[in-house]
């Protein structure tokens, strides 16, 4: 009896137990803030530089509000939205200066990043500029940057980002290929130097996309989506050398629309 009755205690102290517990874990997960806002981060390809409908407000930044980041809050209107992605970017200004509006309640971002640290400016200025072999010699330099040191660089960035944003859905972007190869393009840039520059295009996707899967980030890749949009097909979602100077190889409106916009959509 003595036993029986030890038992019987035993399992209503444990019943007892649990079901504080539990009643415990749901109303702190009740307290738990909804994660629920987005925030854009990057470069030039997220601010929306070369589609025009640019916010006077963001001065050099460029944001546009036929950039992919103004589509998809458009079309989803999310809790909050703060768009801080700033045309020239680069790792360490998406660090220091682009953060802040992340937080707990964060549930959503995006971002494109390292073309500029891997110098995607002045390899195309040298190849515009200066002939194939100069043009070779200065995409094989940004090649061994983005094997080498741009890693490091994105790794920077996404513990950042995962610090400030934990209950976040990220997205990293990839950039599309520039030219269509054997395409409509009379004149320009020879063959070679256009190959090596898709070529460079899928060097810095690759470790992108490493770098994002080994943070536990979504990546989306627009490469099949400019697929005979790129310059030279006739059909081109890029601006070539154009004035600004600025908005050179940079998407258009419909590159932002058809390009980068489904494919966000559809990793979000």
């Not at 019987?8 to 109303?27: K, N, Q, R, W, Y």
């Not at 806002?37 to 390809?45: E, M, N, R, T």
């Not at 489904?262 to 990793?267: I, L």
């Amino acid at each position: 009896m003595r036993l029986s009755r030890f038992a019987a205690l035993t399992s209503a102290f444990f019943v007892t137990t649990a079901l504080a517990l539990t009643g415990a874990s749901a109303a702190a997960s009740a307290q738990l803030p909804t994660a629920t806002g987005y925030v854009a981060l990057g470069d030039s390809y997220s601010s929306g530089v070369g589609a025009g409908g640019y916010d006077g407000t963001s001065g050099s930044c460029k944001r546009s509000n036929r950039a992919y980041p103004a589509l998809w809050n458009a079309a989803h209107t999310p809790s909050s939205f703060a768009f801080t992605a700033c045309s020239g970017a680069r790792t360490g200004d998406v660090v220091n200066n682009q953060l802040g509006p992340l937080n707990a309640s964060t549930g959503l971002v995006s971002i494109t990043i390292g073309g500029n640290d891997a110098g995607f400016a002045d390899t195309m200025t040298t190849c515009a500029l200066q002939g194939e072999s100069a043009c070779l010699a200065r995409v094989a330099q940004a090649r061994t940057y983005i094997d080498n040191t741009l890693p490091g660089k994105l790794d920077s960035v996404y513990d950042a980002i995962d610090q400030r944003a934990p209950n976040a859905r990220v997205v990293v972007l990839g950039y599309p290929r520039f030219y269509k190869l054997g395409g409509s393009c009379v004149g320009g840039l020879s063959e070679k130097s256009r190959t090596a520059i898709n070529a460079a295009a899928d060097a810095i996707n690759g470790v992108t996309a490493k770098r994002a899967a080994d943070h536990g980030f979504a990546f989306g890749d627009v490469t099949a989506t400019f697929a005979g949009h790129e310059l030279c097909s006739g059909s081109a979602w890029l601006r070539s050398v154009t004035f600004p100077v600025d908005e050179s190889y940079h998407p258009t409106a419909a590159g932002q629309s058809g390009g980068y916009q489904p494919v966000f959509a559809a990793t979000a």
